[in-house]
């Protein structure tokens, strides 16, 4: 029996463990690839809608999809807890909790970047308590959010990785393949990059490629349409820059 055969019979294994949660195309003929394929994959670009009402949400609630958390914004109250607090079922390094439509976008992103893209994704880090935030907080380190100015704190907040731990809460997972779809395709699911590069005189943090932040599907189309990269120019809020 050839060793060299053992490969070839374990992969499909593998691949159908990941691919069963995946729904098949049935009309789509697999077996005779056409140049008008990819056209299904390439995500329409929403034009802005000059009607969107930017008070139809609260920015100051802190159950609110939209709240704008920044050093100048803390949670009222700083303490906030989410009701609503799950267990997203993705790949993780730590247990990943989000409120329940954040984890359901989640899901439904992650499924959308192994389908389209055939990339495996992972939470680094997801809900953080205002306590465990006091644990990691300290002055020096301009990374870390103070107490109650977390985003993590609101439950929509995840620091998404490759499944490969490639780059990892690094400035190079801007340069993966899975850093580049989720900057190309996670409006679609509602999440904005909320530390964009270069702006970290309005946001106050560096370039974070990986934490993305859920807003709904509804403003990060209109954020996308408008080419505004951050909730504070969206809403027109003072910059909120390190101190
Ligand atoms: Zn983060």
Redesign the pocket.
């Known amino acids: 029996m050839p060793r060299r055969l053992l490969p070839i019979v374990v992969l499909p294994l593998l691949l159908a463990g990941c691919a069963a949660a995946e729904p098949v195309a049935a009309s789509s003929p697999s077996a005779s690839p056409s140049p008008t394929a990819t056209e299904a994959t390439v995500p329409p670009t929403p034009t802005p809608t000059p009607t969107f009402d930017r008070n139809a949400r609260s920015i100051d609630d802190p159950a609110s999809v939209w709240v704008v958390v920044n050093r100048s914004r803390p949670l009222n109250p700083q303490d906030w807890v989410p009701g609503d607090l799950v267990g997203v079922p993705v790949a993780h390094t730590w247990d990943p909790l989000l409120r329940q439509e954040g984890a359901d976008a989640i899901v439904a992103l992650f499924a959308a970047a192994r389908a389209e893209a055939g990339l495996a994704l992972a939470s680094n880090?997801a809900y953080r308590s205002y306590t465990s935030q006091v644990g990691l907080y300290h002055p020096s380190n301009p990374l870390i959010a103070p107490p109650g100015t977390s985003?993590?704190q609101t439950g929509l907040?995840?620091?998404i990785g490759a499944e490969s731990g490639e780059c990892s809460l690094s400035a190079c997972f801007a340069n993966t393949a899975e850093g580049q779809w989720l900057a190309g395709n996670a409006w679609r699911f509602g999440f904005v990059l909320r530390f964009p590069d270069g702006l970290e005189g309005i946001t106050g943090y560096p370039f974070?490629p990986?934490?993305y932040r859920y807003v709904g599907t509804e403003l990060a189309a209109e954020m996308h349409a408008t080419g505004t990269r951050t909730l504070e120019e969206f809403f027109g809020l003072p910059p909120a820059p390190a101190p």
């Open positions: 880090s985003e993590h907040a995840m620091d974070e990986w934490h």
